[in-house]
């Protein structure tokens, strides 16, 4: 088999067999009167492989090509006729499949695809209880400066305001005397990232947090500065911002829903308004 597959692939590229034309072109190999035609095998190929890719490639698709012929006639021949009878289950595949591709047109085609922000919220607001954290999660603000800055009181001074952190007049002394910042104070941060990444020394979350508003962390030359601007613990409710795609997601398949139940609904009605079914 070997020694057949080899010459057979080098025919295929070499050659061309003129005598074993059919109507879907020539003929690869035959199987018990089964054939594998060139025009099956067109999809195996790609623009810019190598003929030695090529040959391989062949000789693989070939083989299993063969070997699966070879296994369907062995079941035909030992199943009874019954057990070949797959009239029924492709009949019900078929109709999924034919299902399956209208419903994806229709939706393509009708679904509103837009979520707006007051959608958005006003979910979060009606399912809150929906969206429950798994881990303790912080807003936050950070600035690396030199230990020795003579700025440093006044980073201090505008980190401790509990009233107000003011992000913009932070980010303009930043600019000019920190090594580096980050100021992103509406993104939601997994806590345990935030103690690995600074090497906090905490004990228990939520203790830490609630006796921790302000921290500096000194580390060679450098103090960070950081401000825990809000956080909640696992089983809380998830922040709004933390689950806007998943809304989205919800949102979206919920109109779904709806438009394909509308549809089999109006079928439904203008069947019987039809009178294009009968129940005996």
Same mark, same amino acid.
């Given at each position: 088999m070997r020694l057949s597959l080899v010459g057979l692939i080098s025919v295929f590229f070499l050659i061309s067999c003129q005598d074993q034309r059919? @109507?879907?072109? *020539?003929?690869?190999?035959?199987? #018990?009167? $089964?054939?594998?035609? $060139?025009?099956?095998?067109?999809?195996?190929?790609? *623009?810019?492989?190598?003929y030695s890719d090529s040959v391989l490639r062949s000789k693989v698709y070939i083989d299993k090509w063969v070997r699966n012929q070879l296994l369907v006639r062995q079941a035909e021949n030992n199943l009874e006729p019954d057990q070949l009878d797959f009239t029924k289950r492709l009949e019900e595949y078929r109709?999924?499949?034919?299902i399956n591709k209208y419903e994806t047109e229709l939706i393509k085609q009708n679904l509103d695809t837009e979520?707006? *922000?007051?959608?958005?919220? @006003? #979910?979060?607001?009606?399912?809150s209880d929906e969206f429950r954290l798994n881990r303790d999660v912080v807003r936050m603000v950070s600035v690396d400066l030199p230990k020795d800055s003579k700025k440093k009181w006044l980073f201090i001074k505008l980190f401790r305001d509990y009233d107000n952190i003011m992000v913009d007049s932070i980010a303009s002394l930043s600019e000019e005397y920190a090594f580096s910042y980050d100021l992103n104070i509406d993104e939601w941060r997994n806590f345990e990232e935030v103690v690995e990444q600074f090497d906090l020394k905490v004990k228990d979350n939520k203790s830490f947090l609630n006796e921790n508003k302000y921290i500096v962390v000194n580390k060679d030359d450098v103090s960070t500065l950081i401000r825990f601007c809000e956080y909640r613990f696992v089983n809380e409710v998830s922040p709004c911002e933390m689950e806007v795609e998943r809304i989205k997601y919800i949102i979206l398949s919920n109109r779904k829903k709806e438009l394909l139940e509308k549809l089999y609904e109006d079928l439904y009605s203008k069947a019987v308004q039809d009178k294009a079914f009968e129940v005996y």
């Open positions: 059919q @109507e879907k072109g *020539e003929i690869i190999v035959s199987v #018990y009167g $089964k054939n594998l035609y $060139k025009t099956d095998m067109e999809n195996i190929f790609y *623009e810019g492989i190598s109709n999924s499949l034919v979520v707006t *922000e007051d959608q958005i919220k @006003e #979910y979060y607001n009606n399912n």
